[in-house]
């Protein structure tokens, strides 16, 4: 079927004639599985992490030879997945994972779906039984084209040897075009064993598939118009504009306008936290400011941005003021929540460059935008609701001070993952994101257990870098088994462990919302739980014994020599226990299902702005 920017679904190669293209000198007579391997190195994947089993061992063999692919053998498919992802957002180049049949293609469905929601470079590639057998419920088969098929951007089915190569080629070419998103390759271990030929490059076969880059004219000036006009606007920035590496276009246009910036969970580093037109992070935990500005705006202009329900909050009452200016490089987001008043379909790097002349042309016949009044608000809400915290009266470890001082304390350049919930949140708030590709989360899916691997595939991917990551004490029992994988294969992250004994964010809403009954939220304790003291896990025993270095920090008087000798420390992961209070909540929050005007600066603590005179 024609395949358009959005389409999913199983891919069956046909035979096709291999004209066209530049293919190679040689004409290779190679296994499916060398075409695999080949095809993997032509592309340039440095990196792939993996677990061999049945059906994907015939591509292991070949693999051992590389001189150009790394394989890091993972402890879990969701790890590799995960690793993946992390690798990818580091480096914006396609992260490479790969699992055998069955369960071991199932255990990627969650780093999939995560970057699908996230929108990141992904080609996974897993093993399926021989072609013959496909739907006889064979031992080790599961459809993971059927099961894949909503959470992938496109994925393929192949069961012939001569299919591997252009598969691979097509499947890295949709992962990291248009809008990015991952893509499945599922081959029949009778293709990996046959015999084919390679020749490189091979011809490429996708009809319908063409994203728009390049914005329309009339709608860049239309939105140049709306931006100068206004009183009130606000550019609501999302990660498409760290996938664009359009992080220097947005700083031009937002200095020339003038115009306030909020990023989104997603778009941490994409215009820097610094930057005295930065007025935070939007959404659930916002900072009031950028909560309220968009309330207030008369313009949004939304720059690969989808309007999710963590930003709006209530989506009727959401920006009630605004025009909307939409710029995303993937049509179906466009309308699909707010309607646009103007809509710019197109690369994010492409529209700032086109709307930052526009805007400049504006200028030059007089029309430029008188933002003063709009500023005094804005500064009037940033001094009296900043973001901050109180110290435990008791005397114990503050998370959000744990995190600062992380952030501070870090080399420059260094590269943050989170996993989710309350600790995720504190360190967007408390940690400084300047530069792009610093701050690694899973935002659309909210995956808990992603900080490890993540992290592991970031430092993989840039091991220059120093990589923290942040995690809860519930995450990291989910995915703490890769520390093994790093600790052998010379990958030293480091990783702070929140540590409160509880699912914290769910404990905090049973706090709000549940009458603080903390029903299934504690972690260290249980009917037969040990004697009070006793850790379970201890979570410096458990990470000495997969080859870590760990520390256990309890006493705020400890907090900067531990942080500082973690990073001193290079030749292998290093963990730390912190041991934080656990009635630490996170501010500020709009309660879900409510109006982003009900933000609460503190727990029942609702901020008074006064209107505006064009309310």
């Not at 420059?412 to 967007?428: C, D, K, P, R």
């Amino acid at each position: 079927m024609p395949m358009t920017e959005q389409a999913t679904g199983a891919h069956h190669p046909q035979p096709r004639a291999r004209s066209g293209g530049q293919p190679s000198a040689t004409v290779e007579h190679v296994t499916g599985a060398q075409s695999l391997i080949r095809s993997l190195e032509e592309v340039g994947a440095d990196t792939v992490f993996g677990i061999p089993g049945g059906c994907i061992l015939p591509a292991y063999d070949p693999l051992m030879d590389s001189t150009r692919v790394r394989h890091v053998l993972v402890r879990h498919e969701q790890g590799a997945g995960h690793a993946a992802t992390g690798y990818a957002q580091a480096t914006g180049k396609v992260g490479v994972c790969m699992a055998t049949s069955g369960p071991g293609a199932t255990n990627l469905v969650t780093p999939i779906a995560d970057a699908h929601m996230d929108s990141v470079p992904l080609v996974a590639i897993t093993g399926q039984v021989a072609s013959k057998a496909i739907g006889t419920d064979a031992f080790q088969e599961a459809d993971i084209c059927g099961i894949t098929m909503p959470i992938t951007k496109h994925n393929f089915l192949v069961t012939r040897a001569e299919d591997i190569a252009h598969t691979i080629a097509e499947a890295f070419h949709i992962a990291s075009t248009g809008r990015p998103g991952p893509v499945l390759v599922d081959i029949a271990k009778d293709a990996l064993q046959a015999k084919t030929t390679f020749s490189w490059p091979p011809t490429q076969d996708l009809p319908g598939y063409r994203p728009v880059t390049k914005p329309h004219a009339k709608q860049i000036r239309e939105a140049a118009k709306l931006i100068t006009q206004s009183k009130r606007p606000v550019l609501y920035v999302g990660g498409g504009v760290l996938k664009a590496g359009a992080t220097a276009e947005l700083k031009v246009l937002a200095e020339l306008t003038g115009a306030p910036v909020t990023t989104t969970l997603m778009a941490l580093g994409a215009f820097p936290d610094s930057h005295p037109l930065h007025v935070g992070m939007p959404g659930m935990h916002g900072a009031v400011t950028a909560v309220t500005a968009l309330q207030k705006a008369d313009l949004i202009v939304a720059l690969g941005a989808r309007f999710d329900d963590r930003v709006t909050g209530k989506l009727d009452s959401f920006a009630p003021y605004a025009k909307i200016v939409h710029a995303d490089i993937d049509p179906a987001e466009i309308g699909k929540n707010r309607t646009a008043d103007v809509p710019i379909v197109g690369d994010a790097r492409e529209v700032l460059a086109d709307l930052v002349q526009a805007v400049q042309v504006e200028h030059t016949e007089g029309n430029t935008g008188d933002y003063a009044a709009w500023w005094k608000d804005l500064n009037r809400w940033r001094e009296t609701y900043p973001l901050g915290y109180d110290l435990p009266e008791d005397g114990s470890l503050s998370p959000q001070q744990v995190i600062q001082r992380i952030g501070k304390l870090a080399p420059e350049g260094t590269i943050f993952t989170a996993g989710v919930g309350q600790h995720q949140m504190w360190a967007a708030h408390y940690i400084d994101y300047d530069q792009p590709a610093t701050w690694l989360n899973s935002g659309g899916a909210g995956t808990m257990g992603y900080a490890v691997p993540a992290a592991m595939g970031a430092k993989a991917g840039a091991p220059e870098r120093t990589v923290w990551a942040i995690d809860g004490d519930g995450c990291f029992q989910m995915t703490n088994q890769e520390l093994a994988t790093c600790a052998l294969n010379n990958i030293p992250i480091k990783v702070a462990v929140i540590n409160n004994g509880a699912l914290g964010m769910v404990r905090q809403w049973q706090t709000l919302f549940y009458n603080q009954r903390y029903s299934n939220t504690v972690l260290h304790s249980g009917p037969d739980a040990p004697a009070k003291g006793t850790r379970v896990p201890d979570f410096v025993k458990l990470s000495e014994a997969m080859g870590c270095h760990a520390i256990r920090c309890e006493d705020p008087a400890d907090l900067d020599k531990v942080i500082e000798e973690a990073n001193a420390i290079n030749d292998r992961p290093v963990v730390i226990d912190f041991i934080v209070h656990e009635d630490a909540m996170v501010w500020p929050m709009v309660a879900a299902g409510t109006s982003n005007d009900e933000v609460l600066a503190a727990r029942g603590v609702r901020p008074d702005f006064g209107d505006n005179e064009d309310d």
